[in-house]
């Protein structure tokens, strides 16, 4: 019960790409596209970086909340694309803001980020460590994605949300989070494998297929590519079993809606709109349909932004908060889901 949203901001990058440009570029056709998810169109970075957008979205959220950089106690950002390894992409939001009172850190919950944010900044709150909080969601996925693999490169678009957040008596009503790690490889990508010279003199694949740890096979042995060769630091692109993840959004999202409104003491049909991860128009038709509400509670813009992982819910926030659509007193849902596995719903007071 302690959080209020002040103001939202978002930033996209300028270059639209559209299915029917994709048709161009690989064998994929802008009907598959369409009907499979709903997306005709995305943003895609160029000159536009993870950070940049992130500010961007940082100062608009900030302005309409009408908040001065140093009231800001505490920064999160979900992302699972950052510019750099380190310092964090919070940090760098950090030093462009002037945010000089500010904690900042990173989270990754991919899809989920927001909403893990969320969770983080109202425990940050309860126990008086904050007051102000800036969440952040922000992406360039399209770094990430093999352009060669059209069941995957199609999905995706790059961009940042942002919502500055503060600590009062009625704002958030519950929220619920999870995680299944056993579930992990369902969507995944691979980060610099270890490339040392003691690596390619040790770590040959016939290491990796013997070595043990504590009685299991040793974990990475399931995402090392080829041990030998320079090649090594290479990352990896973004792999995804759609359909696994697909049957897991429709499974886990309505169940962990339905706990936070029963939690929250709140019907559904109570709820003003239902804020969802933007992956695919018929996982939010499928969890429209099994709360029974109509898909007009549920805004989308994956239509023109695809998915953008963390950055997704509050993008969309912003855009409807952005036609004026939300009124004060309004009870909203925002859910995400995502790799990891995670997830995570919110009941809101607007
Ligand atoms: O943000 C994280 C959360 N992510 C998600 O929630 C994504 C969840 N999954 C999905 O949204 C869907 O599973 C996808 C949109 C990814 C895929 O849709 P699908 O209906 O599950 O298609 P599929 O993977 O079963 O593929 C069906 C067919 C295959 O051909 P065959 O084997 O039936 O001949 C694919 O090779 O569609 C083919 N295909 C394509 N065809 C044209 C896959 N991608 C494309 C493409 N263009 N881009």
Redesign the pocket.
């Known amino acids: 019960m302690s959080i209020k949203i002040m103001g939202t901001g978002s930033a996209l990058p300028e270059l639209v790409v559209t299915n029917k440009e994709l048709e161009q570029m690989?064998?994929?056709?802008d009907e598959?596209?369409t009907s499979?998810?709903g997306i005709r169109k995305r943003h895609i970075a160029v000159t536009e970086t993870t950070t940049l957008m992130a500010v961007k979205a940082s100062e608009i959220a900030m302005k309409k909340a009408g908040i001065e950089p140093e009231e800001i106690d505490l920064i999160i950002v979900g992302t699972v694309s950052g510019d750099k390894c380190f310092p964090s992409t919070a940090c760098q939001i950090q030093e462009a803001l002037l945010a000089k009172n500010a904690v900042a850190f990173d989270i990754n919950a991919?899809?989920a980020g927001f909403l893990f944010g969320l969770t983080i900044a109202d425990a940050y709150f309860q126990s008086g460590r904050a007051q102000t909080a800036l969440i952040v969601g922000a992406e360039t996925l399209s770094k990430m994605v093999d352009w060669k693999d059209?069941?995957?490169c199609?999905?995706f678009g790059d961009g940042a949300g942002a919502a500055v957040v503060r600590k009062t008596d009625t704002g958030m009503l519950h929220i619920v989070q999870g995680s299944d790690g056993t579930r992990g490889h369902v969507?995944a990508c691979d980060n610099r494998p270890v490339n040392t010279p003691f690596t390619r003199r040790l770590f040959t694949k016939e290491f990796f297929a013997r070595a043990s740890f504590a009685g299991e096979s040793f974990p990475g042995a399931a995402c090392t590519r080829e041990f030998s060769g320079d090649n090594l630091s290479a990352p990896d692109y973004l792999k995804?079993d759609?359909?696994e993840?697909?049957r897991f959004?429709v499974r886990t999202v309505p169940k962990a809606i339905c706990q936070a409104l029963e939690k929250a003491g709140i019907l559904p049909d109570e709820i003003q709109y239902f804020f969802l991860?933007q992956?695919?128009i018929?996982?939010i038709e499928a969890v429209a349909k099994k709360l029974g509400q109509p898909m007009e509670k549920f805004p989308t813009n994956l239509q023109k932004c695809g998915?953008i992982?963390a950055a997704s819910v509050p993008i969309l926030l912003d855009h409807v908060n952005r036609e004026e659509k939300l009124k004060r007193g309004d009870k909203i849902v925002m859910a995400g889901?995502?790799?990891g596995l995670t997830w995570g719903a919110a009941v809101i007071i607007w």
């Not at 690989?26 to 056709?29: A, F, R």
């Open positions: 690989m064998d994929t056709t598959w596209i499979r998810t991919a899809c059209r069941s995957t199609v999905l969507l995804m759609g359909q993840v697909f959004a991860h992956a695919n018929r996982i998915n992982s889901f995502g790799a």
